[in-house]
């Protein structure tokens, strides 16, 4: 291993000279598939893990239901006080972890801490939370009664994630899921399993200290076969899943065939629209860091660019000079803000998606290429690319599909109801911002004529949202809401109380049944 990769491995206690289990139940194992861990910057193999066999998945489901039981007549703000401490154990390791983030899914370092600083600000947010998780008192239509809306812990929740956010996509459910008195089981992306099993070791730590079932935050890594049957599973009330449209399609109708929950977080073609009247030197970089930041890799990476056609030559000749700024390199290294690909199918990806904008004659302002990065020539490397589609027909697959990618789409428009036509024309629908600074814009854009995304800035980018609102898309987004907000309470069971403290049994609605 190079001393590159080992000094983060050792620094998180993660062995570098034998195979790694990649299973936590209690107890780490795994006696699955052995999948590598490679690094998108170097082709390095980073680990061997021992990934989740069936009988493995189903041994920890019965471990989460078990710790569920115990866990759930924890009194909330005990659970709190476990996830303050899970807070200060991130905390200690936070550079560490946003290192190996860097090191395994190829993000700049500032991105991969600011993913676990994510995690330690939720479990923050569910402290409070969790001397928060309030019912309601609701007004009884009968002398005598009295209506409760009781929250009651749910039983097993399964999150399935993404490989974008390895880290803070975990936090936002684990952090809500435990403050509501859940047993967590996780089934990260099969291609950044190491840091999900060193995430798993800090909470374990916590959980053990505190005499409480490890599997309370259980870990299963592999691919497809491990997350079908979690998802199948009856095991499990609720299903909290970030990942493409494709699959959260199969995974949606699979939870529902089953009556079961599901939060589902999928893919995003978000947008942002400068009026005339915007103030450029908020707006150029804005859209830079969100469609160049991850490598354009976010849900929430600006992939449609709609410019006003006053401003439009201006803005582009702006925008160049900062993508022609851009040095690609080691995403380790301070002074990079362009790092790998995750994938080489993630390249294959970047390159037939240049190959059709080619085919319908647009214009590739800048980009179109693969990187040569010396020496990091087993890296992933592609160049942001800018590009002016021909045509504005939204449903034309360049512009109504997300292209997981540095690629930005561009078209020029006349009156900003146009655009928000156009904003509003795609399948999904997770985020989108406006750079203007009249009052009335804002107005439209935020209202019943608005966009119609989950989430809807205003001379803020697409992407780069906080923990405090909800997180989320609509339409073929899957209309999940994640971390802050009114979030929580899509993991509890709520149920309606009424309770009859007087002599008489009245029943509602006046109904006589007397015989
Ligand atoms: P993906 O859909 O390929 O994989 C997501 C997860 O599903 C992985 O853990 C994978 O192993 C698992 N999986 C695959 N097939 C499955 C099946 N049949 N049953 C159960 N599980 C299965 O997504 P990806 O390539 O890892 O991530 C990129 C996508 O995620 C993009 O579309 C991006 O927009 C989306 N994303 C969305 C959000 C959001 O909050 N909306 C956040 C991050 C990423």
């Not at 801490?113 to 008192?137: H, K, P, T, W």
């Amino acid at each position: 291993l190079s001393s590159r990769a080992s000094g983060i491995l050792s620094a998180l206690n993660i062995p570098t000279n034998q195979e790694i289990s990649g299973v936590y139940d209690g107890q780490w194992k795994g006696s699955g598939e052995v999948v590598e861990s490679v690094c998108p910057t170097t082709g390095e193999i980073l680990a061997r893990i021992n990934t989740a066999s069936p009988a493995d998945v189903s041994g920890a489901l019965t471990k989460s239901r078990e710790a569920y039981l115990q866990f759930r007549d924890v009194p909330a703000p005990r659970r709190g006080e476990i996830l303050r401490q899970i807070r200060e154990g991130l905390a200690i390791k936070r550079e560490e972890l946003g290192a190996l983030v860097t090191l395994e899914m190829g993000k700049i370092r500032t991105e991969g801490v600011g993913e676990v600083q994510e995690f330690i600000d939720i479990c923050d947010y569910a402290v409070g939370l969790s001397r928060m998780m309030n019912g309601r008192v609701v007004a009884s239509e009968r002398p005598g009664h009295t209506i409760l809306e009781v929250p009651n812990p749910l039983g097993v929740v399964a999150v399935l994630s993404a490989f974008n956010f390895p880290v803070a996509v975990y936090g936002w459910n684990l952090a809500l899921s435990l403050a509501a008195g859940n047993a967590t089981i996780w089934k990260p992306s099969p291609t950044t399993p190491l840091t999900s099993i060193a995430v798993t070791s800090i909470v374990a730590k916590v959980l053990e200290k505190n005499n409480l079932p490890g599997a309370l935050a259980g870990l299963v890594t592999g691919g497809q076969p491990v997350g079908e049957v979690l998802v199948g599973s009856k095991e499990v009330e609720l299903v909290s899943f970030t990942g493409s449209e494709r699959v959260g399609r199969i995974v949606g109708q699979a939870v529902v065939s089953r009556f079961g929950k599901s939060i589902l977080e999928l893919g995003g073609n978000n947008a942002s629209i400068v009026m005339p009247d915007a103030d450029l030197s908020l707006a150029v970089p804005g859209v830079f860091f969100g469609a160049v930041g991850t490598a354009g890799q976010r849900c929430t990476s600006t992939r449609r660019l709609f410019l006003h056609r006053d401003i439009a030559d201006e803005f582009l000749e702006r925008l160049q000079k900062l993508y022609s700024a851009l040095k690609p390199g080691d995403p380790l290294e301070s002074d990079i803000l362009l790092g790998p690909m995750h994938t080489p199918a993630a390249v294959n990806l970047y390159k037939s998606t240049i190959d059709y904008l080619r085919s319908i004659d647009a214009d590739i302002l800048f980009g179109g290429k693969e990187y040569d990065v010396t020496p990091y020539d087993g890296g992933n490397f592609v160049q942001p690319t800018i590009a002016v589609p021909k045509s504005v027909d939204m449903s034309d697959r360049i512009w109504s599909t997300e292209t997981f990618a540095p690629i930005l789409n561009v078209a020029i428009f006349d009156e900003l109801e146009e655009a928000i036509r156009w904003n509003n024309a795609v399948p999904q629908g997770l985020s989108s911002s406006l750079w203007t600074r009249d009052l009335r814009n804002v107005g439209k854009w935020t209202g019943p004529s608005g966009s119609d995304a989950g989430i809807v800035n205003v001379n803020a980018g697409t992407s780069g949202a906080e923990i405090g609102a909800s997180f989320g898309g609509n339409k073929s987004t899957g209309w999940g809401r994640e971390s802050g907000g009114d979030a929580w309470k899509q993991y509890v069971r709520w149920s309606a109380c009424t309770i009859n403290f007087s002599n008489e049994a009245p029943l509602a609605q006046g109904v006589n049944f007397n015989v």
